[in-house]
């Protein structure tokens, strides 16, 4: 079963750094599309960066030159590291990615739109 689990959330005060980790787990034979998510209270899920396999990367306005998406194939990882956080920025996290994979052995491979579960950042004043 092909999964993502994010961790690196937590409580900070403005102006502080926070990096977010999403590892991927699975059969897996390539991770396409990655990208950062953001919902607030009251607030849509928005996009926040995406970074495709060759390493092309795009930001929500809010968050240019404060965030920068990466990520490490070999590790199945992908990273976001957040600079200058500000309050605004307080929101559960979510990775999602486009995961061609096998669901489990010898099974075929197809490619699975996976979602983890969350991590929370609180960014204080």
């Known amino acids: 079963q092909v999964q993502l689990v994010e961790s690196g959330g937590g409580l900070v005060q403005a102006g502080g750094s926070l990096r977010l980790s999403c590892v991927a787990s699975g059969i897996i034979f390539n991770i396409n599309a990655m990208d950062w998510y953001r919902q607030a209270p009251g607030k849509q899920r928005e996009l926040v960066a995406g970074?495709?396999?060759?390493?092309?990367?795009n930001y929500a306005d809010s968050v240019k030159g404060r965030f920068t998406i990466s990520r490490d194939n070999a590790k199945n990882t992908m990273y976001l590291q957040m600079n200058s956080l500000k309050p605004e920025d307080t929101a559960v996290y979510f990775c999602?990615?486009?995961?061609?994979?096998?669901?489990?052995?010898?099974?075929?491979?197809?490619?699975?739109?996976?979602w983890g579960q969350g991590t929370q950042v609180t960014v204080s004043s």
């Open positions: 999602n990615g486009k995961i061609s994979a096998r669901k489990v052995s010898g099974s075929p491979i197809r490619e699975y739109d996976v």
């Open positions: 970074i495709t396999s060759g390493g092309s990367t």
